[in-house]
């Protein structure tokens, strides 16, 4: 009866998820991978004739990284309620990315970091932290049949939904889902917006089907999922403004941002992944094991916008017009005569590892042979409209599947109505790797780690970590390849074709934690350096820095706690040296102020205000056509406070939170950016529940 009445409840809110939306990574109830943070291991499974024993102790998950590092821990299902309130990807992560003012909008990290893969990867990343990768799929045990629901209502029209149900067929075999669903509603010309569809700013689904199996012997495990990820979202382009946006009075503007007008009235871009992941091992003998991890992946992105004239009239792509002068085959200079553009992306990737792994005298080991075959293929596709005789020669030199250049040429006199180009190139390619891990865990916790691996005739990635209870250091050093797309890139507007170089970094960091009674603080340092460097210029074009660059930031992070009242606090210093290529807010800081209490013994809260602090700085740009992030030089993005009222509160299992989110805005400074002439969210009320169910 209670799993109708549940059922009740969430059908009408699966329902109304057209205007709700789904799940983020990291969702509520997810594992931090630093061990501080670490769920707490569960106690004895009760046995099941026992009754009423159904609850979060007799649901446990694992990860697969834990079974590959040859230490499952099986978690019990998270029911803290500190935090529940940070709901959006940016809280979740403690604001280390930035956006474009809502949920779902292109993301990019503020500070620099050494990449943690080799090989050559595609290069559309800005809505990645959307996804879930392998290591954060949950593979259940589960004593009942087990159900949970978690959803958010945001402020301006912004809304998560997220469901998961598994149970075992038996002791050794698991299936469950998950399936989660995100919306958000546009802040700029929404007063303009005819339909439910013309409000809506993005959406996005992800669907996982699990299962993890184990055989009695335990000498054969393996786990399995397949992903489904769907993002569509309007590129607005930013607040248009009647002149020069870096002169713009924006105060008067952001009290309008309703009536206010976009850059790009019809861009649209779009992203689908699928994808089939398989990790399975076998134990021969005590100690050691063969183990084999499986990836295919599909991928489709595409970015369209159907009225390129009106942008282009509204000043979005003048840092195009730079290109023309430098470089007439990507010929710009013709783009008036463009109704619309396109630039399409079909990509799939095959990846098998292969490898041994086990434990001798005190250390763990592993080591693997791993393979990538991959491609890309590039669609370019202009519609022209213009009925002006105009004679235009398109050239493009593009390479065929063996790598061989191939020009297409394409001449026209006079421009006929709904007249459509089509370009395409192919890529193809594999690699091969081998890589070796080992580690040592010493009996007060204390643990050490180094691991390598090696692209054959081209990157390699050396990384290692040390853990103990005082300090903790890590050094990772790298030589990368380009992405696919800063190699080559293809669409009627921007194209380039460059031969760049791998790119080497360096990266230290180090941090010291001490606690002293009710009081923690962990200062710590970080040193990157990295050569040839891969960048977007003022023009949308990748390019490669000539001399080397440093990162340094420092920070200190500090937290106390006396009876009911709790404070946290971050604060990150910034600097760098060499080209003004990475730019990063100079200081960034993070402070949560809360108050516990406890009501008629059953009800848990706690409320309190989190405030935020960035410093002004030349944030990037964004070009959706591309979908990267480039360089600004025209506009310093102000620096800003965003102060959050919240009440977290948990009721037997069931948590809810409330939410004021910039609650102080008039007050602070009206105008913030988190990206150039995209305003950041206004002031919004939030709510939020999730609701899991055992039995």
Do not use: C
Not at 258 to 272: G, Q
Not at 300 to 325: M, Q, V
Not at 341 to 366: D, P, Q
Not at 438 to 465: C, K
């Amino acid at each position: 009866m209670k799993r109708i009445l549940f059922l009740l409840l969430v059908f009408p809110l699966w329902v109304s998820a057209q205007t709700v939306p789904g799940q983020l990574p990291n969702a509520p109830g997810d594992i931090s991978r630093n061990p501080t943070t670490a769920p707490k291991k569960g106690g004895k499974i009760l046995d099941d004739s026992t009754q009423n024993i159904y609850g979060p102790k007799t649901t446990r998950y694992f990860l697969e990284e834990d079974l590959f590092n040859n230490r499952k821990t099986l978690y019990q299902i998270d029911t803290g309620y500190v935090n529940f309130h940070r709901y959006d990807y940016q809280e979740r992560n403690g604001r280390w990315y930035t956006d474009l003012g809502g949920i779902n909008t292109a993301l990019r990290p503020l500070f620099f970091e050494a990449p943690k893969q080799i090989g050559a990867q595609l290069g559309y990343d800005v809505y990645s932290p959307y996804g879930i990768t392998p290591y954060q799929v949950k593979y259940y045990d589960t004593k009942s049949p087990f159900t949970q629901v978690y959803y958010v209502q945001g402020g301006n029209g912004q809304s998560i939904l997220e469901f998961d149900l598994s149970r075992n067929v038996n002791s050794q075999w698991n299936v469950g889902m998950h399936v989660a669903r995100n919306v958000s509603r546009r802040q700029i010309g929404l007063g303009s917006s005819s339909s439910q569809s013309d409000r809506q700013l993005a959406s996005h689904w992800n669907f996982v089907i699990h299962t993890n199996y184990r055989t009695k012997n335990e000498k054969y495990a393996v786990l399995a999922h397949y992903n489904i990820f769907e993002h569509t979202i309007r590129d607005q382009g930013g607040l248009l403004t009647a002149g020069d946006p870096s002169k713009a009075k924006w105060d008067s503007l952001f009290l309008r941002i309703n009536e206010s007008s976009e850059m790009l009235p019809s861009s649209r871009s779009r992203e689908r992944r699928n994808q089939l992941h398989v990790y399975q091992e076998y134990v021969p003998v005590k100690g050691f094991q063969v183990y084999h991890v499986g990836d295919f992946t599909g991928r489709f992105d595409r970015a369209r916008d159907n009225a390129f004239a009106t942008g282009y009239a509204n000043g979005f792509y003048n840092n195009l017009a730079n290109i023309s002068k430098a470089d007439p085959i990507k010929y710009i200079k013709n783009v008036p005569q463009a109704d619309s553009v396109e630039a399409t992306a079909y990509y799939w990737l095959l990846e098998n590892k292969f490898g041994l792994k086990g434990s001798f005298k005190g250390f763990n080991y592993r080591v693997h042979v791993r393979r990538r075959d991959y491609s890309l293929s590039q669609w370019s596709r202009v519609r022209l409209t213009s009925t002006d005789t105009i004679r235009t020669t398109f050239i493009r030199t593009v390479p065929d599947t063996l790598g061989n250049p191939v020009q297409f040429t394409d001449t026209y006199t006079g421009y006929v109505t709904g007249r459509i180009v089509n370009v395409n190139q192919k890529l193809r390619r594999n690699e091969n790797f081998l890589g070796a891990w080992v580690g040592y865990y010493f009996q007060d916790s204390t643990r050490l780690v180094a691991e390598g691996e090696y692209l054959i005739g081209a990157d390699y990635r050396l990384h290692a970590d040390y853990y103990g209870k005082w300090f903790r250091a890590s050094f990772t050093s790298t030589l990368n390849s380009p992405t696919l797309i800063q190699e080559r890139f293809l669409s009627p507007i921007l194209k380039w074709d460059e031969n760049l170089s791998n790119v080497f970094t360096n990266q230290v960091q180090a941090s010291a934690p001490l606690k002293f009674n009710n009081l923690f603080i962990e200062p710590s340092i970080h040193y990157s350096l990295t050569k040839n460097h891969i960048y977007f210029d003022t023009a949308s074009v990748a390019r490669q820095a000539g001399s080397a660059i440093s990162v340094y930031r420092a920070g200190i992070n500090l937290s106390w706690k006396y009876g009911k009242f709790s404070t946290s606090h971050q604060a990150y210093f910034t600097t760098t040296s060499g080209p003004d290529l990475i730019r990063m807010p100079r200081i960034l800081t993070q402070s949560r102020v809360a108050l516990d209490f406890v009501y008629s013994k059953v009800m848990f809260v706690q409320v309190g205000v989190d405030a935020h602090y960035r410093a002004g700085y030349y944030a990037d740009f964004y070009q959706p056509i591309s979908q990267q992030f480039y360089l600004n030089d025209k506009y310093k993005v102000p620096g800003y406070v965003q102060l959050d009222a919240f009440a977290d509160i948990r009721i037997n299992r069931v948590r809810l939170t409330v939410q004021m989110r910039n609650f102080a805005e008039g007050i602070v400074p009206k105008v913030f950016f988190p990206t150039p002439y995209f305003p950041g969210l206004k002031r919004s009320f939030s709510f939020g529940v999730i609701w899991p169910l055992f039995d």
